[in-house]
């Protein structure tokens, strides 16, 4: 698939499937040979990934053991209990392109890939449980002065995070996962913007990388107040994210475990190994209505 790999890369400069930079052989001393792959590390960032997510869409085997969670483990889909709200530009323009890097994927007869999320909290002083048991997060401790930047710009309010028109003279430092030119952001006008971080700086708003975006965990009953009433946990997160995983083809052993695992459970599309075309569309149904759902 490599030639069909680097035409996708090349053709769409925001893909968010992982980059290759090489493939290299070594021979050690005893003859020893050793191939490795040198790929583009998707949370290449100076903030700090508090959660991260591997996501496939499907339910069967996809949550972790509550004791065996520490903050650098991988979570699951079930794991997840937080709903993401973006900008309207912001999502169209992410789900314009999963939708081509699926098609893609699908072409290659390519399945087990995962979207790969990390989050950046802006209050992570007060995150406790990694399941969000107990995640509470104080806004006000990140927010910054009066609600204008130094250079009297026009900042978009959004809690802790503050979003500032893109400098046309400022470069895109080039990075592992560095992706196109700056988003545009409906709530600015939809011009290109940045976005600034007291304490930490301006960072250009690109595609799965530095994207703001708002958080909402739904309390269940036994920690709201009420019963009758429907609490939620709302904070702001920078999100990082890419699709990883992208060499496991839809061969015949393949097949065989979809067959066998299909016998045991209800529903197929349940389990994670499923026909490409169903993998690419369980997926996108699953980030469209349960992670990234539109705002009502």
């Known amino acids: 698939m490599l030639p069909k790999y680097y035409e996708h890369v090349k053709r769409h400069d925001n893909t968010l499937i992982t980059k290759f930079f090489g493939l290299h052989h070594i021979t050690l001393r005893g003859g020893r040979e050793v191939r490795f792959v040198v790929m583009g590390n998707m949370f290449c960032t100076g903030l700090r990934i ?27 889909d079930l794991d997840l209990k937080y709903e993401f709200y973006l ?34 909290f802006r209050a992570p002083e007060h995150l406790k449980a990694p399941l969000g048991s107990a995640d509470v997060l104080d806004h006000e401790s ?7 930047s130094s250079h009297g710009e026009l900042l978009i309010p959004s809690k802790g995070l503050l979003l500032v028109t893109h400098e046309p003279g400022v470069s895109i430092p080039p990075g592992p996962h560095s ?23 301006r960072l250009t708003v690109q595609l799965g990388v530095h ?8 309390l ?7 019963t009758e009433a429907e609490l939620f946990e709302v904070y702001d997160v920078v999100l990082y994210l ?4 992208i060499l496991q083809e839809y061969n015949m052993k393949k097949k065989i475990e979809h067959a066998c695992k299909s016998l045991l459970h209800s529903d197929p599309l349940s389990i994670s190994v499923i026909e490409p075309k169903q993998y690419h569309e369980r997926l996108i149904n699953f980030l469209e209505e349960k992670v990234f759902p539109h705002k009502t």
Do not use: W
């Open 50 to 76: 508090h959660r991260h997510y591997d996501l496939k869409g499907s339910s069967h085997g996809r949550s972790t053991n509550e004791h065996d969670i520490d903050e650098n483990t991988t979570l699951k």
């Open 87 to 120: 900008d309207k530009s912001l999502r169209d323009s992410l789900f314009k392109q999963i939708s081509l890097d699926c098609t893609f994927l699908e072409s290659q007869c390519i399945i087990d890939y995962s979207l790969l999320l990390g989050l950046h």
């Open 142 to 148: 990140s927010l910054a002065g009066d609600g204008t």
């Open 179 to 201: 992706r196109g030119n700056p988003l545009r952001v409906s709530s600015a006008g939809n011009k290109e913007v940045d976005l600034f971080l007291p304490g930490t700086g």
């Open 211 to 218: 994207m703001p975006a708002q958080a909402n965990r739904k």
């Open 220 to 226: 269940p009953h036994a920690e709201a107040d009420s």
């Open 242 to 245: 890419g699709i990883i995983d």
